[in-house]
Every structure is written in C-alpha cells, then in structure tokens.
C-alpha cells in the first residue's frame, strides 16, 4: 500500500540558508500535517491543510511557511535557519470524509542539521 | 487545555511476556481519538492503534490492545508476548473532532525487551 513520502530523508544545510521539505500524502487523503521533533522530544504540531487550504497552525515560526498544491502534495520552506531549527520533520496525511479521523499515517521524516 | 500524559520514561520487559504502557488524557471535548504510535531508532512514527471516545469497546490489533477507561481518562497501551523488535519509543497521542484532528503527543515511553 502506497505510505506518506518525504524528501528528502536527510539535509544539511547551514545557518541562515533556506530549506525546503516535500511531502506526498496517501493517496486519496484530504489533510497534511506538519510536525517537528527536536532531539528527545515529543512531535510538535506546525501547521495542516485541508484539500490545499491551510486548515490549522500550532507553533510555527514566521520563518517557516508551507502550502499544498493542486496535486495534494505540500512543501514546507524554512529560511533564515537556526541551530535550533535541528530536527526531525514528521508529515502526516489523514482522511476526514467520514468525519472520524481513526489513522494518520507518518512519512519517513526528514531529518535536518543546521550547522 | 488538551494534555497528554505519560509518566513512564523507560520501561523493560523480558521477552514473551507482557507489557503496559501508560497513557492518561485530559479534554473536556466529548469527541476525540487516542493513537498509539511506535518510534524505533530509526526514527519512523509507526500507526500501532487507535480508540475513538465513543467506541465501547477496546480496540485491538494483533499484539497491541487498548485499555480504554474513559472515566479514568486513561488509554494504556497492552503489547502482549513481547519481542525484542518492540524495542523502540511509544507515544500516545490525541486527536480531537472539533479542530484540524491533530495530533497532540506525550513525552513518550522508551521500552526496552530483554532476551
């Protein structure tokens, strides 16, 4: 069964630079969900879209931004980037049609290191 | 406000027997979902589980179970006949109905099987 994509696995990148993170949801899913985990901790929720309009935003800084485009996938740009910025990045895609929401599967993640 | 919490930061277990992972909740919302999710080492968040609050009974999959006490407001994770790839760290997580069904996530549980 096709899963949640994400690319890339691994970035590196330096500070003040620019990243940009892709994500392709499971077909057939409505929502994207963005998440970020740093080092030890428990995922924190970003930012979602629902058929490619924002639909909620947690605690995503201003220089972090994301969109989801006319084929469902989402990209999330992060510039000006920080030592703090250091994390794994989680996206999620779920189905809302029936209004019960019972999975929301996980991509890969992207791990990203700002040195 | 939505919390979760779980107040095992490491556990071990001997392999074939088994394991409960603890999860209490707290939401004043009548309709949410609890998730369970199993991160190993690599780093991947793994679908393991899922209640919903209207759901009677506890739900099941394969070796994993669900001990749902909604009064309690507890959600325990039951990994039953443990084996040494269930190594990995658990999260127990919340969705709520009214919102975006995000997922808000515990500290999690490191569990470690011994041979």
């Known amino acids: 069964a096709a899963g949640v994509i994400q690319s890339p696995r691994h970035l590196i990148k330096e500070k003040r630079e620019t990243a940009t993170l892709k994500c392709y949801p499971i077909p057939r899913h409505d929502t994207v969900y963005w998440y970020q985990q740093g080092p030890g901790q428990d995922p924190q929720f970003l930012i979602s879209f629902y058929e490619k309009m924002q639909s909620d935003k947690g605690s995503i800084p201003d220089r972090f931004s994301a969109q989801q485009f006319s084929d469902y996938h989402s990209e999330l740009n992060m510039s000006s980037l920080e030592l703090g910025d250091s994390a794994l990045y989680f996206c999620?895609?779920?189905?809302?049609?029936?209004?019960?929401?019972?999975?929301?599967?996980f991509g890969q993640g992207t791990r990203l290191t700002v040195v | 406000a939505q919390k979760i919490t779980q107040t095992q930061p490491g556990m071990f277990v001997q392999e074939k027997e088994a394991v409960t992972l603890d999860c209490t909740y707290d939401?004043?919302?009548?309709?949410?979902?609890l998730f369970w999710y199993k991160q190993p080492s690599s780093g991947e968040m793994i679908f393991l589980i899922y209640?919903?609050?209207?759901?009677?009974q506890n739900a099941t999959e394969g070796r994993y179970s669900l001990n749902f006490q909604k009064a309690r407001k507890s959600a325990n994770l039951v990994i039953s006949a443990s084996q040494l790839g269930d190594s990995a760290m658990y999260f127990c997580?919340?969705?709520?109905?009214?919102?975006?069904?995000?997922?808000?996530f515990g500290s999690g549980t490191r569990l470690l099987v011994r041979p």
């Open positions: 997580a919340m969705s709520l109905m009214d919102s975006s069904y995000k997922l808000i």
């Open positions: 939401t004043s919302d009548p309709s949410y979902g």
């Open positions: 209640q919903g609050s209207y759901d009677q």
């Open positions: 999620a895609s779920s189905s809302t049609a029936s209004l019960v929401v019972t999975e929301a599967f």
